[in-house]
């Protein structure tokens, strides 16, 4: 076990720092010529118990290692590391990167295993620079996959622990389960709601990536390049990133000369051609809003959807079929129209020409996500320059205008199926844009084929009212109850200067049980008293709460010295009448100046810390900030520099897991469950000056 602690200075959030505890087992290599290191990290939430989040990854991890250790020795070290503190700062993964000088970037490689949801299928969603040298061991039992996941989570702020290697240089595989996020963070995340499928798929794809970097000549990772990759069916389809803009150059000609030929054949007038494609547009825009107003249009018939986190209710799947139906619809509008003022060979032309500036866009910005739409491009070209050679009349012709349809359903489809669950309903108008292209290029020859108008209208109708359908009896069946809980938040807030507590709720809608501790009001000053309780829109429902023992925080000055232009507070910080999982300390800054801070115990150079303001975003007078998370029991010591010789206002502030028993006359029911992230905590604070 490796103890250390670890110092996240805050630039835009206050200073984080914790004492961690890594686990680390080394399966020896008989010739290693680098290592593999599995990541998988044993701290959870305080209000979930973290059986997906990260019991998936540490369960499979060690049943790799069993297996690894009861077979022949792998040619290459491989390394368990079981990281703590993911959860706030990702604390053991950067203590482990600072303290093991040993990394080598040119020839170790990290498989981090993760979850942000309790089921569904394994996802490798992330590698590092040098990506080509590590995709290859999905080979043999291809996860779920997509180059394009890799480019999106580079833009995101999301850290997981794989982050900091990768900031280190090391490249390697970043996996997650990501189904079934109503559950994650929250109460739920139990083993009573862990997918057995998750966890078998999670660990069968590692175990065999695992041995294949294991068995491999790791020193190849140093030269190689960066990759797309992708699923065409069980198949995992890879090729160098430096064809990706010569594909998407490919598919330009193609294209252009696709366009000549047809033109040549008078099959296409560029005119009605350029028609079609400027109302392409609307059509990506009908689908998206689609997304987003179906989305206000379930919050305001369900309220109670809005305290999902991540905007994923525990029945999707009606509501996303009735979502696809309506953007099907939409495209089927869109082909019907262009049938009465463009020829076919016109409406494919000004598909192919969105899907052409799609692929040159993407090959220059987002090179991973090219594929989509190169290999679409390449298919329409060729549909383009072989539908005028056939006769208006020839049975070959629908099967020529589908051609591009193929490669976008193959490609498509399955990132539309782990779109969905990824980005939840709350963001539906993402995939959905990608369903109006596919549904755009598949239903072109039956538009075009189709009879009489009203015969068209009646399948736009009908498409739309079946949507409609499914949506409105998805939110319907999509109830809560015993197994499927409605999300509630409560926290326990205790106020020592005032001798006050509160319970606080988040909820933006009533609830009988919060109800049964609140009285209605809401106010937006808890921050004031409580930082770490900014209000949401709306502000904090809060009701008077008895008086009861909870951690309370207590800070002593060891000693006051002045020094040049101010003074220097050495303050001792703890927890009394409880163990805080969580401690924190801020200072006032309308009368403060905080010029450096240092944490005792820290590894030399992390622990001194900036001044200055770094909660600039609170409208309190709390806009310095320090946070120590999993506090020695002993608590800890932190040194003030200040500007001056006035006197240093303080707030302390403790966090503690779980509400206090004592003061809840009325105990969860089996019908509700705690919000992700937002419930289940009892927090107290004191104001000092020194």
Request: net charge negative; proline share 7%.
């Amino acid at each position: 076990m490796q103890e250390a602690t670890e110092v996240l200075p805050g630039s835009a959030a206050s200073h984080l720092a914790g004492r961690v505890h890594n686990i680390t087992a080394t399966v020896p290599g008989r010739s290693s010529t680098g290592k593999v290191l599995l990541v998988a990290h044993t701290d959870s939430t305080s209000s979930g118990p973290g059986a997906s989040d990260d019991g998936l990854g540490v369960g499979a991890v060690l049943e790799i290692a069993r297996i690894l250790g009861s077979g022949e020795r792998p040619r290459n070290d491989v390394v368990l590391l079981f990281t703590d503190a993911e959860e706030i700062g990702q604390l053991g993964a950067r203590a482990y990167v600072r303290n093991t000088p040993a990394l080598d970037p040119r020839r170790d490689v990290v498989i981090n295993l993760d979850a942000r949801g309790t089921t569904g299928p394994a996802v490798m969603f992330q590698t590092g620079d040098r990506s080509s040298g590590v995709v290859g061991a999905l080979g043999d039992r291809p996860p779920v996959a997509t180059s394009l996941a890799d480019e999106v989570y580079r833009l995101l702020p999301n850290e997981t622990d794989f982050t900091h290697f990768r900031d280190a240089g090391l490249t390697g595989l970043n996996f997650a389960v990501i189904g079934g996020s109503s559950r994650y963070h929250s109460t739920e995340d139990d083993i009573e709601h862990v997918d057995s499928g998750s966890l078998q798929d999670l660990g069968s794809t590692v175990l065999s990536a695992t041995r294949d970097l294991a068995g491999a000549d790791l020193e190849r990772v140093a030269g190689a390049s960066d990759s797309t990759w992708f699923n065409v069916g069980p198949v995992l389809v890879r090729y160098p990133a430096g064809a990706v803009l010569p594909l998407a150059g490919a598919a330009l000609l193609a294209a252009l000369a696709a366009a000549w030929h047809a033109r040549r054949r008078r099959a296409l007038r560029v005119r009605k051609a350029a028609l079609a494609a400027a109302a392409f547009p609307l059509v990506l825009v009908a689908a998206g809003a689609v997304g987003w107003a179906s989305w206000q249009l379930l919050l305001l018939v369900k309220p109670a959807y809005a305290r999902f986190t991540h905007g994923d209710p525990y029945r999707p799947e009606l509501i996303v079929a009735g979502l696809v139906l309506l953007v099907i619809g939409i495209a089927w509008c869109w082909s019907r129209w262009t049938r009465t003022r463009t020829a076919p060979v016109e409406s494919l032309a000004a598909v192919l020409a969105w899907l052409v500036a799609l692929a040159l866009a993407t090959a220059l910005v987002l090179p991973g996500a090219a594929y989509l739409f190169t290999w679409t491009a390449l298919a329409g070209a060729g549909a383009l320059a072989l539908t005028p050679r056939l006769a208006e009349d020839s049975p070959w012709r629908p099967v020529a205008l589908a051609l591009p349809g193929l490669p976008a359903a193959v490609l498509i489809v399955p990132l539309v199926v782990l779109l969905f669950p990824a980005v939840q309903l709350a963001a539906a108008a993402v995939p959905l844009l990608f369903v109006v292209l596919v549904a755009a290029l598949s239903l072109l020859p039956a538009a075009h084929l189709a009879g009489r108008p009203r015969t068209g209208l009646a399948i736009g109708l009908a498409l739309a009212v079946s949507g409609v359908s499914l949506v409105g009896v998805g939110a319907v069946v999509d109830g809560t109850d015993r197994g499927h809980p409605l999300p509630v938040s409560l926290m326990y807030a205790r106020d020592l200067d005032r001798s006050r507590a509160h319970w606080v709720s988040e909820n933006a809608d009533p609830d009988s049980w919060v109800a049964h501790y609140t009285d209605g009001e809401r106010t937006s000053d808890l921050e004031n008293s409580i930082p770490a309780l900014p209000a949401p829109p709306g502000g904090h429902l809060v009701g008077d709460a008895p008086t009861v023992t909870v951690a309370e925080p207590v800070v002593r000055a060891v000693s006051d010295e002045r020094v040049s232009g101010g003074r220097r507070l050495t303050l001792a910080v703890s927890a009394e009448r409880g163990r805080s999982v969580l401690t924190a300390l801020y200072v006032d800054t309308t009368s403060t100046e905080v010029v450096k801070a240092s944490l005792a115990g820290a590894p030399g150079g992390s622990g001194e810390l900036p001044g200055g303001e770094n909660r600039g975003y609170t409208a309190t007078p709390w806009k310095w900030g320090f946070v120590h998370a999993a506090p020695p029991a002993e608590g800890f010591t932190l040194t003030l520099t200040v500007r001056g010789d006035a006197p240093v206002r303080l707030l302390a502030m403790t966090e503690e897991a779980g509400l206090p028993a004592a003061a809840l006359d009325r105990p969860l029911p089996g019908d509700r469950a705690y919000f992700a992230d937002e419930a289940g905590l009892s927090l107290a604070s004191r104001t000092y000056t020194f």
